[in-house]
């Protein structure tokens, strides 16, 4: 038996509640999904179930089994992503992007009562009825617009309305303060509205 495998074979007697031979079939495909809705980039969300199946194996003997394998794992993958945001999140792509989509933005709204202006008004997006077909095209167009956002906005918001990370976790992981993560909360649904109503309605 290779080295690798007597390994994992050792690791799997020392804790039979888990199973890293079948961790690429049962978990791989799921995993990936998981990373691929956070950061959009298939080459990088394969190397990160890679690294989450490695590092589930150094970490093999702390799995105390208060939860299932796959929460266990994803958990491990959803601090790589994370990581992956902070990298994105640099000092010098916020300036950059953040300036640029800011400029974006400037003319939104009229300066001098704050409403919006007429070409920017808000209007209905038409989903609001169940349709499987229409919902994935709106939802792949969504993916697209939210490709567009500075790497910090985009991690904030998918950290906010997909994780549904708390405020404090994520104004903690990302170095942001509370009231700027609002700003780009804010800022981040008008460029994904704009975006959508431009594409979709």
């Known amino acids: 038996m ?5 390994a994992v074979s050792n690791l ?3 804790q039979p509640n888990i199973d890293p031979h079948k961790w ?7 995993l990936y999904s ?12 394969r190397d990160l179930v890679q690294e989450t199946f490695l590092a589930a194996l150094e970490k093999v003997k702390q799995f105390e089994g208060r939860s299932s ?6 958990a491990i993958l959803k601090n790589k992503v ?3 945001y902070r990298k994105k999140s640099s000092a010098f ?7 640029e989509a800011e400029h974006d933005q400037e003319d939104f709204f009229d300066p001098t009562d704050g409403h919006w202006n007429p070409t920017h008004w808000p209007m209905p997006f038409g989903i609001e009825t169940y349709d499987p077909l229409m919902t994935k095209e709106f939802n792949n167009i969504l993916q697209k617009c939210m490709q567009k956002l500075p790497a910090l906005w985009l991690s904030v918001f998918t950290m906010k ?41």
């Open 93 to 99: 792509a916020k300036r950059t992007d953040i300036t």
């Open 24 to 30: 690429v079939a049962a978990h791989a495909d799921y």
């Open 2 to 6: 290779p080295a690798s495998n007597q």
């Open 82 to 84: 994370i990581d992956v």
């Open 161 to 201: 309305h997909i994780d549904e990370e708390s405020t404090s976790t994520i104004c903690s992981e990302l170095k942001v303060s509370d009231s700027n993560f609002w700003v780009i909360i804010h800022r981040t649904k008008l460029n994904l509205r704009s975006c959508l109503q431009k594409n979709w309605i």
């Open 34 to 45: 998981y990373a691929l809705t956070r950061i959009n980039d298939e080459e990088q969300a």
């Open 69 to 74: 394998e796959r929460t266990w794992l994803t």
């Open 12 to 14: 799997s007697d020392a």
